[in-house]
């Protein structure tokens, strides 16, 4: 993380990419969305540079002159947890389940959409900065039961669905920040609850409903239309 004038801070994310146009195209898109992108010029040193540029996250192509991303995977890894995102033209399973079992975070086929790479970075980037310890979290008088799957306000509780408990989550683990809708379909689909736009606001409706009979304000969850939801 990077701090800047001001106090304002960025994640760092570092990219390994051999591809001049896509890197460059990337660290511009990375930038336009809040963080702060640092590429890679040398790839027979790359995982000793990415790790000493301390990244949040590091964003590595599979197919790179002199070496490859397993290989760097691996050098990673075996030195540090940060988070890492496997980018890739190839759409052989072999190597997705090999990146995997080197330790990525996550395996993105090219041409990938910029909006749902972006919200993978920023969803592999909070899970490793909130931790497992979240697993009982209270906001504004709301509580989330993670373990036991419930939400409770007042003396009232309501179990939750599947999906209704994991947008929750999402939610009150961010307090104050619009998180997307895409972000949120990210997070459901890597955790193998396939969702899409339209799911997203049925199950977003029903979580709203429940909240309401169990009186919790209608401004506890907050629709910021164009751009997500927060609480």
């Not at 004038?5 to 460059?24: K, M, P």
């Not at 002199?66 to 759409?91: E, Q, Y």
């Not at 009232?156 to 379909?185: F, Q, S």
Request: glycine content about 6%; overall charge negative; charged content about 25%.
């Amino acid at each position: 993380m990077r701090t800047f004038e001001g106090g304002n801070v960025a994640y760092l994310i570092y990219i390994i990419e051999d591809d001049d146009a896509l890197r460059n195209e990337l660290a511009h898109l990375l930038e336009l969305s809040g963080f702060s992108a640092v590429v890679c010029t040398r790839f027979d040193t790359a995982a000793a540079d990415a790790l000493a540029a301390n990244a949040d996250c590091i964003v590595v192509d599979l197919k790179l002159p002199g070496t490859d991303g397993h290989t760097i995977c691996r050098d990673i890894r075996s030195r540090s947890s940060v988070p890492i995102i496997m980018l890739t033209s190839s759409n052989s399973e072999f190597d997705e389940v090999m990146s995997m079992n080197l330790g990525a975070d996550d395996y993105v086929t090219k041409p990938y959409s910029p909006a749902v790479l972006i919200a993978r970075i920023q969803s592999i980037i909070r899970r490793s900065s909130t931790g497992h310890d979240d697993l009982r979290i209270e906001r504004k008088g709301v509580v989330l039961d993670i373990g036991a799957g419930t939400v409770a306000y007042e003396g009232g509780t309501a179990e939750l669905t599947r999906n209704e408990l994991k947008i929750l989550h999402i939610l009150m683990r961010n307090p104050g920040i619009v998180i997307t809708r895409t972000e949120i379909m990210c997070d459901l689909w890597e955790s193998d609850a396939f969702i899409d736009d339209n799911t997203l606001t049925v199950n977003v409706n029903r979580l709203r409903k429940t909240l309401s009979k169990l009186g919790v304000p209608d401004d506890f969850l907050i629709t910021r239309r164009g751009q997500g939801y927060m609480v």
